[in-house]
């Protein structure tokens, strides 16, 4: 059994605690924050885990296989390259790192020490997620023309990122799973209502290859709280509803088609498809378990996780990007190989 510590029990701390509790395959034996009210409360619902203002008890501690560190972005780099320096396995929470260079540098460190880093992506771990990626890969939406995305609520207002590196993240650790290649260049615009703040609002528009073309919303300054996905495809169609209780996820024949039949030749005309709408039987297991176990189940077997760190690498170059973009009012900015280009 893998013996785990949490750095943090702030907002998802305590998840992380409870996932890793209930998982049945890993033993929780240090919490560390630096709350002491905060430890008070990990201590009342975990009598038998050790708690601690100084997190270094946890990374000094031989007994320890593997770290989560669940604490503010700019902490993660320092914080997992300290744990893989001790020899442990480390889960980040998103995203990664604060930047590309320090995500290629915990690749790096973590390839080189053979200690897993993965990275908490957890939709990618949600049974709608996975259905979408199945869907798409096995080719049943045919070509897929588009990503549409609104993650809209009323806060939490984050002070060390803004709202694109605290909502869209997720839209794009989703789009990095279920599409096959990578965005070519982004475009996003931003503002904040709040003086001395980060964006609060934002809008991102990624350009795929063949006119595949991903939209994204994002806000906290929202009246009401909003999850939901369209992704359009030759074939078929998606909405994906995180909010949604029962039907998650609905499947539609819908779409298009063109003629340009002789008796029409100066004139494109398009044919409109509707079939049936079905939603696929969903597994409800809570995404963060089946995520906690991938994470162990891979140092079990010494492989890569399924958000490794080069997945988390590709989300923080995106994010770079957009952010350039929505300082210069919307610019478009390329995406290589390695990240930003221009």
Same mark, same amino acid.
């Given at each position: ?11 998802? =701390? ?8 209930e ?10 924050d630096?709350?002491a ?12 885990i @050790?708690t601690?203002?100084?997190?270094? !008890? ?19 780099? !320092?914080?997992?390259?300290e744990v ?6 480390v889960?980040?929470?998103?995203? %990664? +790192? ?10 790096e460190?973590?390839?080189?020490? @053979?200690?897993?880093? %993965? ?7 949600t049974? +709608? ?9 096995? =080719?049943q939406? =045919? ?17 060390d ?13 989703i789009? $990095?799973?279920i599409?096959p290649?990578?965005p070519?260049?982004?475009? #996003?615009? &931003? ?14 528009t ?7 073309i991903?939209h994204?919303?994002?806000n ?13 495809g ?10 949604e ?15 340009d039949?002789?008796? $029409?030749?100066?004139? %494109? @005309? ?23 176990r991938e ?5 079990? #077997? &010494?492989?890569?996780?399924l958000?490794?760190g080069?997945a =988390? ?7 770079? +990007? +957009? ?20």
């Amino acid at each position: 059994m893998v013996t785990v510590g949490i750095i943090g029990f702030g907002y998802w =701390g305590p998840n992380l605690v409870r996932n890793f509790v209930e998982s049945g395959c890993a033993h929780v034996k240090w919490v560390s924050d630096l709350r002491a009210e905060r430890l008070a409360i990990a201590g009342r619902r975990y009598p038998d885990i @050790r708690t601690t203002t100084d997190h270094r !008890e946890l990374i000094n501690d031989p007994g320890i296989d593997a770290i989560a560190i669940a604490t503010p972005v700019f902490t993660h780099f !320092e914080l997992a390259s300290e744990v893989l320096a001790a020899g442990k396995h480390v889960l980040v929470e998103k995203p %990664m +790192a604060a930047t590309s260079e320090e995500a290629i540098r915990l690749i790096e460190q973590a390839q080189r020490s @053979r200690r897993v880093l %993965m990275v908490d992506h957890t939709f990618v771990y949600t049974s +709608a997620v996975r259905k979408m990626q199945e869907l798409i890969q096995g =080719g049943q939406l =045919g070509q897929v023309y588009y990503y549409d995305s609104v993650r809209i609520n009323l806060g939490l207002f984050q002070h060390d990122v803004n709202v694109i590196w605290d909502l869209a993240v997720h839209d794009l650790s989703i789009l $990095n799973y279920i599409l096959p290649g990578s965005p070519a260049a982004v475009s #996003a615009t &931003g503002v904040s209502h709040i003086p001395g703040e980060t964006e609060n609002i934002a809008y991102l528009t990624l350009f795929f290859e063949d006119n595949l073309i991903a939209h994204i919303h994002v806000n906290w300054l929202a009246p009401v709280k909003i999850r939901r996905t369209l992704v359009g495809g030759s074939r078929k169609m998606i909405v994906y509803d995180d909010l949604e209780g029962s039907e998650k996820l609905r499947v539609y024949d819908k779409g298009i088609s063109l003629s340009d039949k002789p008796e $029409n030749l100066y004139q %494109m @005309r398009v044919n409109y498809r509707a079939g049936d709408m079905w939603a696929p039987q969903l597994d409800n297991t809570e995404a963060l378990r089946v995520e906690v176990r991938e994470f162990i189940e891979s140092i079990e #077997a &010494g492989r890569h996780p399924l958000t490794g760190g080069e997945a =988390g690498l590709r989300v923080v170059q995106v994010l770079e +990007a +957009a952010t350039k973009s929505m300082r210069d009012r919307g610019r478009l900015v390329e995406l290589g190989a390695r990240g930003v280009t221009a």
